[in-house]
Each structure stands twice: as structure tokens, then as C-alpha cells.
DNA sequence: AGCTTATATTCAATTTTTTGAATACGCAAC
DNA sequence: GTTGCGTATTCAAAAAATTGAATATAAGCT
């Protein structure tokens, strides 16, 4: 149950709406957290509700009105403690690679095709995490301190994201 | 809903009991997915009840008795069935990168424990990993054959844990 | 004799996730 | 003029995962 951690994590950093963060979840931690949008707004109502995030309801012309929630020190707390327990093990789950394992039984066509898809979505979201990399490297002080963990994990997606590209493509030229 | 896929394609490779399927898919399979033994067996169950798979009893003397499964002609057809639907996108939870990016909370001590504890963790089963694919490299035809797309999966497993520890090395050096 | 480890499996309450439906505003394209 | 997209959020049923307890055999250790 960290998905509440993770949303408290973010919000420290920057605070925000139920939007912004399902945005942020999806582009910039995706390669270590995945998060629904009904998720994240069930969980920050909940977070609302024990006093460890505080919302303001901003009221926009041209667009639907929006809450930026924002961590309160109980909030803090909360994730401090959370942080000096041993973190849980890795959950993942990615049906390509069961797709590949089993790739005997499939038609080899179709197989191509969706490592190519997925080839596809990984140089993409490499390159956004490089372009979000960039962004932070040339970010001020403090803001360069605020966000040196932050981008320190980046730097795993990056990673992460370069050993897939090999990958597909080694195994692309493999089952041809 | 693609566990019993996965436990489908596995078996399918080589039949076993619910215990041999829990050590696979912890020392074999733990990049892509990630499964509990009692998950595993509900799952077994159901299957069986579906007629996917096929059990047979076997006694063992100085070991308690147990179940092997096999996949039966019903469980191929489902799972060529789902593997001509578009794989469903990866889902992952990773503690340890909510930690990092939330590290300024924390005690920086025990984020390098944690995050050297993580190394460890990676570098044993990279090893684990290396172990296993030297085994299928020095298969024998048609064994080596029917290995390849496993193997082939194996790899990227193998990718990984590499860009882990590298990632690792690399932040405990940027965080001293 | 009692403790731990490895083998092997089952059940059930609780929590979390997934899936799907719903609402609503404004802009741009066709 | 209506279809689709981006913004913004809520609710609820159904499915799946987690947590915790239980059971049983045999080997090895202290």
C-alpha cells in the first residue's frame, strides 16, 4: 500500500491536481510506478480525508474548475515514517514478455509487430525521460538540489528504457 | 488477468507441481512477473477446474505428495487465444525508487543501506540469471530450440539487472 | 527433545486494483 | 451541428492480490 507514499512523495515536490499527477505518474515515474487515474483520485480524497493532504479549489475560466492538493506537515510525518521502514519487494508485471515466452504457440508475424509497438513506446518514453533529464540539469539552484533524487531515478528509467531498446531490437533481428 | 497465462505458458514449456511454478517464477521469470505461492496455487485450482490443465498425483516418499500439471489441449487453445490479443501495458511497483525520490525526507544513512542491500539483491540474481542462460546456451537440440524464446526473455532479464546495479554504483557514489 | 529448513498445499478475510460508466466545460475541426 | 480532444473529477461493481493462519512429512542441527 505505497501508492499513497508515492502520491505523497509527489506532492512534496510539487503540489498539484488529481490531473497533474496522473500526468506526472504516467510520464515520469511510469518506469517504477503505475497508477490508474480513478486510483489516484480515490487515494488523494482518502489522503484528504486523514488530514495528510490539504486541498484549495481553484476556479478556472475556460476549463473545468480544479483542487491542487498539497502535503500538511501530518502528511510529511506520514511519509517519514513510511521512508524509515524496509522497503517492500518489486511487483511487476509485463504480458509482453509472457507473450515472448510462449511465442511458440503464436503466430511469429503478430509477434514482430507488437515487439515493434513496444520498441516503439520505449524509444519514445526514452526520449521524453532524456528531454525531462535536460530540463533538470539546467534547472537553478535550489531548484537543481530539490531535484537532484528526483533525477537520480530518472536516470534508472533512462537506463531502463536503453537496455529495452537493445533488447527489442536484438531479439527483432533474432526471431527474423 | 494474465497470471493463469503466464502459469499456462510455463507449464507448457515444462510441466510441475505448485511449487516448482513458485521457484520459477521467483528465480526464473521475477523481471516480468511477479506472483505470491498462494496466487499460484488458487490459480492452479481454477485451472484445473476449467480443464486447462491436468493434474497428476504423485507420492513421494520422505517428501509430502504432490501435484504435477500438465496443459491440456483446452488450455493451449486459451492461451493462443490470448496471445492473439494486443499484450496489455507492463505494470510495476518499485518501493525503493519512491524512497529515492523522496529521499530528502529521509535518513541518508539508511537510504545507502537500503540502496546497497538493493545492489546485493540485483547482483545475485544477475548471477542467478547468468547461471541459468549458460544452462540453456549448452542445450542439446531440440531442447536448445525449444528454449530459445525463454532464453531469449532471459536476456532482457539479464539487461536489467545490469543497468540496476550500474545505476546503483552509480548513485551510492552520488549520494557520499 | 525441540528447533529450523525444505518440501508441499489449502483456505479465507481484507485490501487493492481493474473495469466501466458518468458528468461537465470549451475549443477546434469537419 | 456534432464529433472528438483536452481538461477535470467521481462513483461503484467485480476481479485480483495481499496478509495471515493452518496443516503435514522428513531431514539436519543443537
Known amino acids: 500500500m505505497s501508492l499513497r507514499h508515492a502520491i505523497l512523495a509527489m506532492l512534496d515536490i510539487e503540489k498539484g491536481s488529481g490531473y497533474d499527477l496522473v500526468k506526472r505518474f504516467d510520464q515520469s515515474v511510469s518506469y517504477f510506478w503505475a497508477a490508474s487515474y ?15 493532504l490539504e486541498a484549495e479549489e481553484v476556479i478556472q475560466q475556460g476549463k473545468p474548475d480544479k483542487k491542487i492538493y498539497e502535503v500538511t506537515p501530518n502528511g510529511i510525518v506520514e511519509l517519514q515514517k513510511w521512508l524509515e521502514k524496509p522497503a517492500k519487494a518489486m511487483k511487476i508485471k509485463e504480458p509482453l514478455l509472457i507473450k515472448i515466452y510462449a511465442g511458440e504457440l503464436a503466430d511469429s508475424k503478430h509477434l514482430i509487430e507488437e515487439i515493434s509497438q513496444h520498441r516503439s513506446a520505449h524509444a519514445e518514453r526514452l526520449q521524453q525521460y532524456q528531454e525531462m533529464s535536460e530540463v533538470l540539469i539546467n534547472l537553478e539552484q535550489p531548484l537543481r538540489s530539490k531535484y537532484f533524487l528526483p533525477h537520480q531515478t530518472l536516470k534508472l528509467g533512462i537506463k531502463i528504457e536503453k537496455a529495452w531498446l537493445e533488447w527489442a531490437d536484438e531479439t527483432l533481428q533474432a526471431i527474423n
Chains 1, 2 share one sequence.
Do not use: D, G, N, V
Open 38 to 52: 480513478q486510483q489516484i483520485y480515490r487515494e488523494l480524497q482518502k489522503l484528504e480525508s486523514e488530514a495528510l
